[in-house]
């Protein structure tokens, strides 16, 4: 019991990443709108699918790692280094065969266009990719890339979207919650895995204080998410204060909700016992 | 009640950064998911940082506070705190000359009353502290922390370890004449009344308590309290030069150890012992005898720090006037790097008294600690050393060379007769 304990702790933050990543192209499609800019266009594989894909790849890559390492990070670099030539090449062709100012030489650009297509499908995969390759190697390079790419995914559906219009467009704030709930759940979980994982300790102790501090951090991350979205459904009242459909008068909004615990844990960490 | 210090982890600082950056970026970027996701983590740390437990009282007690080389001490702590958030982390501070053997002076609990007891070793005599515990207060998820001392440390006296050998006496040894005898309360052929027995046929008829008789009807006899014999003086070198080797086993410990077994048979023997330890200093302790005195001289043995560089020589002259006529001396010495060993013992000797020398072998203790390759700066100490101890026994003392790989045991069949 204590052994398959311990698995779960060691895998828990990688499949935090891996679990949002599925969830998040389901919950919220416009996870996938940055390809508008990357191609154009939505059309093409769905980020979902994707994920799917870099599960496989994930696999695929573990096994043959552990057939052949060496040839495999020699490979892999190789294609890293070629993709890397490619973008040299197309920047290189771009600007002084194309037509028009740069920006325009770019963005006509098919060699470059075909580079960014391949570079965003890759950054698609990699959370799915690179998590399974992380937990079935233990990579802990793979584990960063997974951290990097489910961030770059995660933040290119965020504030593209957004910042793709002039006004501030609503959007679901629960794309926001999952990417800060897988987040805090990786990180938590790396606090787990280093506080009870390999604890040379009561097993009995250690039990009742993860379960303590997985429970506290379900429910705290519960209030967290109700604080979080309560200036989003209070509607106009604090308009009399400031217009709450800016971006400034929610901030405020959101101050105000969360204050309370601010005060007090000030008071506490001042005063307290 | 000792004052608390906080302090906050690296986990705390980077989401109270994140909540901050998200809150910027998103009045920036004008982006809502930004804002939910600053709320976000913000309302968890702060969740977090405003819930703590009670100030926890703490008691731990050791099963004992005097125990020999290698015997173990269980400490019991007893861990009492309110509320029911957060967790409870203490610490119990022991001396890096102690070892854990069962369990962890380190303890994470939940809120409440609890338990936590481990065992610890003690390889090497001394005085070590133990103690304060550090009582730490977490908040639920280990973002930050009240830290405060509790209790008073306490000192756990480790005697060296003492080997039983085997009995007989010293062969140094010998009757002392003195002016007066030396009573000790143990039954032997004094004069002074002891007790009172049953008769048996070997008893002689002068011993026969008439009285007695009389009151009791059955014969019985008259026992008289033992008179001291033997004076043995030991001289312990505890110079820095003797602690070559290991912490736990160098020639200054081995000399201790073999001190402290020899002084316990001797006393057993109602012999008196007396200690002159020369290092830093020279002390001299007066032979005792009697109840007391061993615990006496293995409070003196657990005291020795080598150190210094007093020799041999300057601490017989200055013991001289300690020393009874005639008595017996053992000095126990690496006898490296101290120009004085021969005139000490020649001038112990030619004032008539049966000296032993038991050497552990610090070239020997050293060699084993760096290398087996024997090297000719090794081989020429040896015979310099070898040289010494054969000069040392021509003169009339009796020597034992002590290679490190005999035990004490090996010195105590050695010593005795």
Not at chain 1, 45 to 53: D, G, K, M, N, R
Not at chain 1, 253 to 267: E, F, K, R, T, Y
Not at chain 2, 279 to 305: E, Y
Request: with cysteine; aromatic share 8%.
């Amino acid at each position: 019991m204590r052994a398959v304990l311990q698995k779960a702790l060691l895998v828990w933050p990688v499949l935090c990443l891996i679990g949002a990543a599925f969830i998040l192209p389901i919950a919220v499609p416009e996870i996938g709108t940055f390809q508008v800019f990357v191609s154009g266009s939505l059309e093409g594989v769905p980020v979902f699918l994707l994920s799917v894909i870099g599960l496989v790849l994930g696999a695929a890559v573990s096994f043959l790692r552990s057939r052949w390492p060496r040839q495999t990070i020699r490979y892999g670099a190789r294609a890293f280094l070629g993709l890397g030539a490619w973008l040299v090449f197309g920047l290189v062709i771009s600007l002084f065969l194309g037509e028009g100012s740069y920006y325009e030489r770019l963005k006509g650009s098919v060699v470059i266009g075909s580079w960014a297509i391949i570079v965003w499908t890759l950054v698609c995969m990699a959370p799915t990719m690179l998590g399974v390759h992380s937990v079935l190697y233990r990579s802990t390079m793979a584990r960063g890339g997974t951290v990097l790419s489910f961030l770059l995914l995660a933040l290119s559906g965020m504030v593209y979207a957004q910042a793709s219009e002039v006004r501030v467009a609503h959007q679901d704030p629960f794309l926001s919650i999952i990417f800060i709930w897988a987040v805090l759940g990786f990180l938590e979980g790396i606090n787990w895995r280093n506080r009870y994982a390999s604890m040379d300790y009561e097993a009995h102790m250690s039990n009742i204080l993860l379960a303590r501090q997985v429970g506290f951090t379900l429910v705290f991350m519960g209030i967290g998410a109700v604080v979080a979205v309560a200036p989003f459904l209070i509607g106009d009242w604090p308009s009399t204060y400031y217009e709450s459909t800016t971006i400034l008068g929610k901030a405020l909004v959101g101050l105000m909700a969360i204050s309370p615990l601010a005060v007090l844990s000030l008071v506490r960490n001042l005063f307290g016992r | 009640m000792a004052e608390e210090v906080r302090n906050y982890t690296l986990r705390a600082m980077a989401y109270a950064a994140s909540s901050l950056t998200l809150l910027v970026l998103s009045l920036v970027l004008s982006s809502e998911l930004l804002l939910v996701g600053s709320l976000v983590i913000g309302a968890i740390m702060l969740l977090s940082l405003t819930t703590l437990p009670g100030r926890p009282r703490v008691t731990a007690e050791m099963d004992r506070t005097q125990v020999f080389e290698e015997e173990t001490v269980r400490v019991d702590m007893v861990i009492d705190s309110r509320g029911s958030w957060g967790n409870i982390e203490v610490f119990h501070r022991l001396s890096p000359n102690l070892e854990l053997d069962k369990g962890s002076n380190l303890a994470l609990l939940p809120p409440g009353r609890s338990r936590h007891s481990f065992v610890v070793k003690a390889p090497l005599r001394g005085y070590h502290p133990t103690g304060p515990t550090l009582v730490r207060r977490w908040d639920p998820l280990w973002l930050w922390y009240r830290e405060s001392a509790s209790g008073e440390p306490q000192n756990l006296t480790v005697f060296p370890a003492m080997h039983q050998g085997r009995q007989g006496t010293v062969k140094v040894s010998q009757n002392l004449h003195r002016p007066g005898e030396m009573k000790v309360k143990r039954i032997g052929s004094g004069k002074e009344f002891h007790s009172i027995r049953g008769y048996t046929t070997t008893d002689p008829f002068n011993t026969i308590n008439w009285k007695a008789f009389a009151r009791t009807g059955k014969l019985q006899v008259n026992q008289y309290e033992t008179e001291t014999v033997t004076d043995v003086m030991f001289f312990i070198d505890a110079r820095l030069v003797g602690r070559v080797g290991l912490m736990t086993d160098n020639p200054v410990e081995r000399s201790i150890r073999l001190c402290a077994s020899l002084s316990s048979a001797l006393l057993n023997m109602s012999n008196r012992v007396g200690l002159v330890v020369y290092g830093r200093s020279v002390n001299v302790t007066k032979p005792k005898g009697g109840p007391g005195a061993l615990q006496s001289i293995l409070h003196i043995l657990t005291d020795i720090t080598p150190s210094g560089q007093d020799t041999l020589g300057s601490s017989v002259t200055y013991a001289l006037s300690y020393l009874s006529p005639n008595c017996p001396i053992l000095i126990l010495s690496s006898l490296a790097e101290d120009p004085t060993v021969k005139e000490a013992v020649r001038q112990l000797v030619g004032r008539g008294h049966p000296t032993l020398v038991v050497s552990p072998s610090g070239v020997d203790f050293e060699r084993m600690l760096y290398s087996d390759v024997t090297v000719p700066k090794y081989l020429l100490k040896k015979l310099s050393r070898e040289n010494l101890l054969m000069e040392l026994g021509s003169m009339g003392a009796r020597v034992v060379d002590w290679h490190p790989g005999k035990d004490v045991q090996w010195a105590l069949l050695e010593v005795w007769e």
